[in-house]
């Protein structure tokens, strides 16, 4: 059923200074809302705003040949109702059912504070991996498993050292070098706002790139770390063949959750639906947070068919 004080609203009209007051105030408030992030990461995104912005969703779109769209961007694991007030279920689904019907397919992940039940979607769950890093350094170290124990100890045998990387398009370039293979619905565009959104949050101290280098100085791994106020998330990452073998994201993370422990934060991994990745991060003390993601094919046939 849809609310009458819910609104939709073109990229042109949003207001932005209320727009990120609306995200940093949220009790779930995440990075990937905010206004400078959605511009780097997507072309276009429009809202769905309750009142004067005590309620936002944002909508990422875009249009293929007539036919338009919101899907998911790249290197955005959550959206969905921010607020600084409750968010219950129906307030969820009321946003849901406010998605204008131009939108002739709905592709969305919501983040972990929105469980919609709406029988017009199709829903389904996701996982994450949250490890919190308030305690010491040697109190979040007891919570490895003895795995990650073993896999630390060898990349420390094997001379790995890790740095801060200055050269965003080495980044990429080693991120492109080492993912493509692996995630072929990676294109050079997806890198290419990836790269921009770098070089927004380096300048602003809301990111931080990291390498593992070997005895020759040769990187073996990198990621990116992004956060806000609540939360660091792991971005994106990758090793080379080398680097894998060598145990060197196992030293990168450790080294990374020294750096910040005793901070009121939340180290998000991103999760993963690969059980070896989801072990890799319970290795590190991480638990499981459950989010969720919705989908609503509208598309005319025979097109319905190809998205079904």
Known sequence: MNHPDIKYLPHQQIDRDKWDRCIAQSTNGM?????????????QWDALVFGDYLYVMPLPCNRK?????IFQPFFTQQLGVFS???IDQ?????????????FKLVEMKLNEQNLPSSESFNIQSHRTFHLQLLNSVADLRAGYNQNTRRNLKQSTQNGLHVSSLFNIDEF????????????????????ANLKRLIGYALYHRHGELLGVFGTENQLLAATFFIWDAQRVIFLTASSSAEGTDKKAMFLLIDQFIESRAGQALILDFEGSEIPGIA??????????QLYFSVRKNRLPFPLRLLKH
Not at 65 to 69: L, M
Not at 90 to 102: D, G, R, Y
Not at 279 to 288: D, Q
Request: cysteine-free; proline content about 5%.
């Open 90 to 102: 129906e307030m969820v689904n009321s946003f849901l059912h406010a998605i204008p019907s131009k």
């Open 31 to 43: 990075v990937y809302a905010f206004s400078w992030y959605l511009d780097r990461i997507t072309e």
């Open 84 to 86: 600084a007030f409750p």
């Open 172 to 191: 990429i370039d080693f991120t492109q070098a080492n993912l493509s293979s692996k995630i072929p619905q990676l294109k050079k565009y997806h890198l």
């Open 65 to 69: 040949w007539t036919i338009h769209y």
């Open 279 to 288: 072990r890799f991060y319970r290795g590190f003390g991480a638990t499981e």
